[in-house]
């Protein structure tokens, strides 16, 4: 299982970026998929997921924000981020579940795209 995380990068509060995770080495199509950050100093935490059924959840800091998607067809995961904050940066990761409904503990992870936002 391979996943790479594109589509970081820095820019003012705000705007928008979309990340992107490629995703190879198993049937992407039926696994829950999800986006997760982590910023210095503190812990890793989820922001969304979507399940094996398109199913998806949000952390409530970032609803009505944020957008996961994802394109069976490319075995690509996204994440629209709109109207974002400073406290929004992070480095991002994508990471892979062993089931449909994301109980597995995701064990596959990326290796992380840094985003800044700035004032």
């Known amino acids: 299982v391979q996943l790479v995380e594109s589509g970081g990068g820095s820019v003012q509060a705000g705007g928008s970026l979309r990340l992107s995770c490629a995703a190879s080495g198993f049937t992407y199509s039926y696994h829950c998929m999800g986006w997760f950050r982590q910023a210095p100093g503190k812990e890793r935490e989820r922001v969304a997921t979507i399940n094996g059924y398109d199913a998806t959840n949000y952390a409530d800091f970032v609803k009505g924000r944020f957008t996961i998607s994802k394109d069976n067809a490319k075995n690509t995961l996204y994440l629209q981020m709109n109207s974002l904050k400073v406290e929004d940066t992070a480095m991002y990761y994508c990471?892979?579940?062993?089931?449909?409904?994301?109980?597995?503990?995701?064990?596959?992870w990326g290796q992380g795209t840094q985003v800044t936002v700035s004032r």
């Open positions: 990471a892979a579940d062993l089931t449909s409904f994301c109980l597995g503990g995701f064990p596959y």
